[in-house]
């Protein structure tokens, strides 16, 4: 076999990338209500289904083609991947593709309980082709703001080794956007049910989050030198924000949580993003500790400014960004004893770069996403009815649970008696609830005489000892 240490490590790189999607959804899914749990798993998943079909198709092709205007690749430069086959482009494809679809998911939190599953399906295709590729492009594919780049010949080179802008500030702007045409969840701000309903599951999303991240930012090391400082940076970075994020909490707050603890570590992995390859450790650490604190701040201010960004994304993932960006104007290490950051007596011109980059990001996601989710809010719907919010996505627009509160009274599975859920049910007040309980074996006979009946008394049983 003739493949080299650079091609295992590319493609164990894309491997661990990959896991990043998955564990994004269990990420979610407990950050969320119980009855909404799996809607978010099934974005995160179906995000990276699309993805995967668009990328072979048209997406690498746009990301790495002969430059149109300098903002994205010809798309049928490589159409449908078949010219790659045979050459080492195929490993670049699939890690690249890895980015493209957790960059994608992560908008999704934004509007956790609340979209249509349908309209996330015919957003993620369209963003990922007119917002990510061209992002992608201009950064990474030779466009306006790499190398020679018609931007950054005026402004300067910008450093984004992972994602700083094309990943991070990209899904937290659009989450933004979508955050405000959705609009907010109902009870948003006083409803204490929209509480995270299964910590555990959040620190097992964090986890394999941080285990996956090694792999997306060192997989395009060029050195094992330079692996080595990105896989120490990605390392330290995290620590740093989890540590700084709790003693925020218990500063301003009283008590440190574990939603604290994951939070401040994937915080560290946004703000570590863009600068693990041009940052010393004790430097990762710093940025670290400085975007832990600064992202439980952010986190608060949907609430001061009444924007429903269900799951943090704006906070953690904008805010993040932008610091972890931004610092790189400042501690940025020169390269042969050249520019660098302030700290480094680099001047200025590194972080203007930094900050037109970070410019040019936000006009190019806010914009396209604002135009793209408000012809589909307008066509189709991008939000799900009362009713069905109410009653949870996870029924509404899955006809399925994550939990079972119950007994087990349903020996088989049918998903076609959830198809009409009589979804007014979920409505009924809480108090009216209780009053009309009915006991599991009722539950159970009327499942049995009546298969049409048998999901509406099955939802009311459910909805009164569901927590969420």
Same mark, same amino acid.
């Given at each position: 076999m003739n493949i080299t240490a650079e091609n295992v490590w590319v493609m164990v790189s894309a491997a661990l990338a990959l896991l990043m999607t998955p564990a994004l959804g269990l990420f979610y899914s407990g950050m969320t209500r119980a009855k909404a749990s799996l809607n978010m798993i099934m974005m995160s998943f179906i995000s990276a289904g699309i993805v995967g079909a668009v990328w072979i198709l048209w997406g690498y092709s746009m990301i790495s083609g002969k430059s149109v205007l300098g903002i994205f690749g010809n798309p049928f430069s490589s159409f449908g991947s078949a010219d790659l086959v045979g050459s080492t482009d195929l490993i670049k494809l699939g890690f690249s593709a890895t980015f493209a679809m957790v960059t994608v998911a992560l908008i999704s939190g934004a509007i956790a309980d609340r979209a249509k599953f349908t309209s996330w399906v015919i957003f993620v295709p369209i963003w990922i082709t007119l917002v990510y590729c061209p992002l992608a492009f201009m950064v990474w594919g030779g466009g306006l703001l790499g190398p020679g780049g018609a931007i950054s010949s005026v402004f300067g080179q910008v450093i984004d080794f992972a994602g700083g802008t094309v990943v991070e500030i990209s899904s937290g702007a659009a989450a933004f956007v979508l955050a405000l045409i959705l609009g907010k969840r109902h009870g948003f701000g006083k409803d204490p049910n929209h509480r995270p309903h299964n910590l555990p599951l959040i620190m097992l999303g964090a986890g394999l989050l941080w285990f996956g991240w090694f792999g997306f930012n060192a997989g395009a090391a060029t050195t094992s030198a330079q692996a080595g400082l990105i896989w120490v940076n990605t390392l330290v970075a995290p620590a740093g924000a989890m540590l700084s994020w709790l003693v925020t909490e218990k500063i301003r707050h009283g008590h440190?949580?574990?939603?604290?603890?994951?939070?401040?570590? +994937?915080?560290?992995?946004?703000?570590?993003?863009?600068?693990?390859?041009?940052?010393?450790?004790?430097?990762?650490?710093?940025?670290?500790?400085?975007?832990?604190?600064?992202?439980?701040?952010?986190?608060?201010?949907?609430?001061?400014?009444? /924007?429903?960004?269900?799951?943090? @994304? @704006?906070?953690?993932?904008?805010? %993040?960004?932008?610091?972890?960006?931004?610092?790189?104007? /400042? $501690?940025?290490?020169?390269?042969?004893?050249? %520019?660098?950051?302030?700290?480094?007596?680099?001047?200025?011109?590194?972080? +203007?770069?930094?900050?037109?980059? !970070?410019?040019?990001?936000?006009? @190019?996601?806010?914009?396209?996403?604002? $135009?793209?989710?408000?012809? !589909?809010?307008?066509?189709?719907?991008?939000?799900?009815?009362?009713?069905? *919010?109410?009653?949870?996505?996870?029924?509404? *627009?899955?006809?399925?649970?994550?939990?079972? /509160?119950?007994?087990?009274?349903?020996?088989? /599975?049918?998903?076609?008696?959830?198809?009409? $859920?009589p979804l007014a049910a979920a409505a009924v007040p809480v108090s009216a609830r209780a009053a009309s309980a009915v006991p599991v074996s009722a539950r159970a006979a009327a499942a049995a005489s009546s298969p049409d009946a048998a999901p509406a008394v099955e939802l009311q049983h459910e909805k009164q000892a569901d927590p969420a």
């Open positions: 440190p949580t574990s939603l604290g603890a994951a939070s401040g570590v +994937v915080a560290g992995l946004v703000a570590i993003t863009p600068a693990c390859a041009n940052v010393a450790p004790a430097a990762a650490l710093g940025l670290g500790l400085v975007a832990g604190a600064a992202c439980a701040v952010f986190v608060d201010l949907k609430h001061k400014f009444g /924007f429903d960004d269900s799951l943090d @994304v @704006v906070g953690v993932h904008l805010g %993040g960004g932008l610091v972890g960006t931004l610092a790189l104007g /400042f $501690i940025a290490l020169p390269v042969n004893g050249k %520019g660098g950051g302030l700290f480094y007596g680099g001047g200025l011109q590194q972080l +203007v770069a930094q900050i037109v980059a !970070i410019l040019v990001t936000l006009a @190019v996601s806010g914009i396209m996403t604002a $135009i793209i989710a408000l012809v !589909i809010h307008k066509t189709v719907g991008f939000r799900v009815s009362h009713e069905a *919010e109410l009653a949870g996505v996870d029924l509404s *627009e899955h006809a399925e649970t994550a939990y079972e /509160f119950g007994s087990m009274s349903r020996s088989h /599975f049918n998903a076609l008696p959830h198809v009409n $859920i």
